[in-house]
């Protein structure tokens, strides 16, 4: 008999959680502990068991996003743009999503299954009386009305999209999101200087012209205790970041990156730029099996142009990626053009969601993703081709 239950705190999940053969760090217990202890204001997580009688046999992360106005709206400069935005977010969006998946990460990192033990539809059908269950108890325990359900971020060839009759029958359509931006390791690098060597000119020259631009700044790891001392400095990094990103569906814990580092130990590493001695500047990666993961980052605007310091800060990445053998490097999205620069590649990405009341057309919160996740036009760069 198939069955499902509901988990509010990582602590009450099965021992069996961890014995699943998922090769994804994000959903297993110590990056879910970590980001139960830090987690954005406006974001609570919740767990999702689907059973096979008493075996574990899939699971899931449920997000509950509170649309904070101030927390989606930093500091843009567009009034217009933001007043329009504020007032048709508080009309359609107020209240509260439940999405399948995680918000402060890019990629499908929101459920896992056991194909031989159960269907797709079957564990998706779970987690959507899952979803049901979670839409009342919010309503009763909180007194607010979930607006929006979302399944988030699937590649083209993922096979959930297999499951059409599925999202049709539960009025979920699809979306496009921005690309994912990927860098794939080639295995003829054995090296960082492998990397740049295959570099066109215009490429190598501009490398060389970053690198020279950074002489100044000394890139550190920083340990446990490193994060816990510069706290509040790599939270100010952070934010100066993430404010000016305009729209944005939460903002992080101050305590996010001492608690990740405490979790994960050397799966998290963070990484700092130094000028003298103060933290001007650093970044984050999530070592995920085969795969490396950028996470968030953090710079002071007012270094950034001299120091060219977020393109340096791409080139250690695929740096790490290489020297530590990964097959590849994942950027997310957001500023497209610079990572294609150092050599990754967009692959599209899909969402699926629907709005709760069915006055509201599906035209409409259509409006709503596009408003909030803009699929930009950009240039595609290409360092390893001829040059132009």
Not at 1 to 16: F, G, Q, R
Not at 167 to 185: E, G, T
Not at 339 to 359: E, F, R
Request: proline share 2%; charged share 25%.
């Amino acid at each position: 008999m198939i069955h499902y239950k509901l988990y509010n705190s990582v602590a009450d999940l099965p021992n069996s959680w961890d014995e699943l053969h998922v090769d994804d760090i994000f959903l297993k217990t110590p990056f879910l502990k970590a980001l139960e202890n830090s987690s954005p204001t406006n974001i609570s997580t919740y767990f999702l068991g689907v059973f096979v009688s008493d075996s574990l046999v899939g699971i899931a992360t449920i997000q509950r996003v509170e649309m904070y106005l101030d927390d989606v709206f930093r500091k843009t400069s567009n009034q217009f743009f933001k007043r329009c935005g504020k007032m048709l977010i508080s009309k359609i969006v107020k209240g509260n999503a439940l999405i399948v998946g995680n918000l402060m990460h890019t990629g499908q990192h929101g459920l896992f299954f056991d194909s031989s033990a159960l269907s797709q539809d079957e564990f998706l059908n779970c987690i959507s009386e899952g979803i049901k269950e979670l839409t009342t108890t919010i309503k009763k325990n909180y007194g607010k009305k979930i607006r929006i359900i979302g399944f988030k971020d699937y590649f083209e060839n993922d096979s959930i999209h297999h499951s059409t009759s599925f999202f049709r029958s539960h009025k979920l359509y699809k979306a496009k999101v921005q690309p994912n931006m990927i860098f794939d390791v080639s295995p003829d690098w054995n090296s960082p200087e492998d990397y740049v060597s295959a570099f066109n000119k215009k490429y190598r020259r501009r490398y060389k012209t970053a690198r020279k631009k950074c002489t100044d700044i000394h890139c550190k790891e920083l340990n446990l205790q490193d994060v816990k001392t510069f706290s509040k400095t790599l939270y100010e990094l952070y934010e100066n970041v993430s404010d000016n990103a305009g729209v944005n569906s939460f903002k992080l814990h101050q305590n996010h990156f001492y608690s990740l580092k405490l979790q994960l130990q050397d799966t998290f590493k963070v990484f700092g730029y130094f000028l003298n001695d103060d933290l001007v500047g650093f970044y984050t990666l999530i070592r995920n099996h085969d795969k490396l993961e950028t996470y968030f980052l953090g710079y002071k605007q007012d270094l950034q142009h001299q120091y060219q310091m977020y393109l340096n800060m791409l080139f250690d990445m695929v740096f790490y990626g290489i020297s530590n053998q990964y097959k590849t490097v994942i950027f997310a999205r957001t500023a497209m053009e610079i990572k294609s620069s150092v050599g990754a590649q967009p692959h599209d990405m899909y969402i699926y969601l629907k709005h709760t009341n069915n006055v509201i057309a599906n035209t409409i919160l259509k409006l709503v993703v596009k408003y909030a996740n803009p699929i930009r036009d950009w240039e595609e760069r290409h360092p390893f081709g001829v040059s132009q």
